[in-house]
């Protein structure tokens, strides 16, 4: 039962450009959303959250948005840099679950230059 | 940032045998760590959740008896996989939390385990 998809298995993008991330989930319990960042041979690194009383969360060139009706997240990279290139995972928990995260199946970002 | 270690970063094993993975916080003190699972392809599968000194809490599905976790120290996490099979071929990455928050999760390198 994937509660959490990001339906987009790659991406690729242009350096200088926008990147956009989405993500799906279906559990309306969830309430703490979150993104990471994965090279190869290393594990995730946080990268940016928001909780379900906001809608937008800004870091630097970061930004996540959370769609709480359509349950819909969307992680924005701009501007675009080679060292953006990696897998992003999208996570959601829930506050009464502290620490249980519900991974999307990641997103492999390509920046060209 | 926070490091957690993982050892040893890669395992071949006979089916049958038993496998010990180890998770370490190196800077902090993990009163929680966590274990998942990744298949091919698929998102990361959280598997159980042990605090320092206590028993494992294990996600519907996870066998406990197949899967030991061991959190004897708050830098020491282990899991072993006990008589492994083909089908538990597959990437274990832990992760250590000294927080109360989401965020203060720190995620070792992980394991690919195969076993033939």
């Known amino acids: 039962d994937q509660q959490v998809k990001q339906n987009s298995p790659s991406l690729s993008v242009q350096e200088g450009r926008i990147s956009i991330l989405n993500c799906d989930y279906t559990?309306?319990?969830?309430?703490?959303f979150l993104w990471y960042k994965k090279y190869p041979a290393e594990g995730p690194t946080f990268l940016i959250s928001i909780s379900s009383i906001k809608d937008k969360n800004e870091d630097g060139r970061f930004t996540v948005f959370l769609n709480k009706s359509a349950k819909h997240l969307s992680l924005h990279i701009v501007p675009s840099q080679p060292g953006d290139s990696a897998v992003y995972f999208c996570a959601a928990s829930r506050t009464d679950s502290w620490g249980k995260l519900q991974f999307g199946a990641g997103t492999q970002v390509v920046v060209t230059p | 940032g926070a490091v957690v270690s993982q050892h040893p970063s890669r395992v071949i094993c006979k089916s049958g045998t038993s496998v010990k993975i180890e998770c370490r916080s190196l800077d902090f003190q993990a009163t929680t760590m966590f274990w998942y699972r990744q298949f091919p392809k698929k998102s990361l599968m959280l598997m159980a959740t042990s605090n320092e000194g206590s028993k494992a809490t294990y996600e519907q599905g996870v066998e406990k008896d197949k899967f030991l976790i061991n959190h004897a120290s708050l830098t020491l996490s282990t899991l072993t996989v006990t008589s492994a099979h083909p089908e538990d071929s597959s990437f274990y990455i832990c992760?250590?939390?000294?927080?109360?928050?989401?965020?203060?999760?720190?995620f070792g390198p992980g394991t690919r385990l195969t076993v033939l």
């Open positions: 559990n309306s319990m969830f309430d703490y």
């Open positions: 992760s250590a939390s000294s927080g109360s928050a989401a965020d203060t999760q720190y």
